[in-house]
């Protein structure tokens, strides 16, 4: 799943649209319009599931955190 939050942005900035043409036909250029379009929703759908990513994993780790210091009793055992 963190790979997906990586790979995905990556994945989309090399993917489909390049530098155009110089002089392209109008279907060229209709094409490549296409293709950055593309491009661009996959690239910010990555970074919205990376940031997605980031603030759940920040989220377990405080949570985590927590837990364990709720479990540790006043003389510095933990309970079980």
């Known amino acids: 799943m963190i790979g997906g939050g990586i790979v995905l942005p990556l994945f989309a900035c ?15 250029a209709q094409q490549y319009a296409k293709e ?3 491009a661009d929703r996959l690239l910010y759908l990555g970074l919205a599931f990376g940031l997605f990513l980031l603030i759940a994993g920040t989220g377990a780790v405080v949570g ?17």
């Open 14 to 28: 090399c993917m489909g649209a390049t530098i155009p043409y110089q002089d392209p036909t109008p279907e060229m």
């Open 36 to 38: 950055a379009a593309a």
């Open 64 to 80: 985590s955190a927590r837990s364990r210091r709720r479990r540790v009793s006043d003389q510095g055992k933990p309970r079980r």
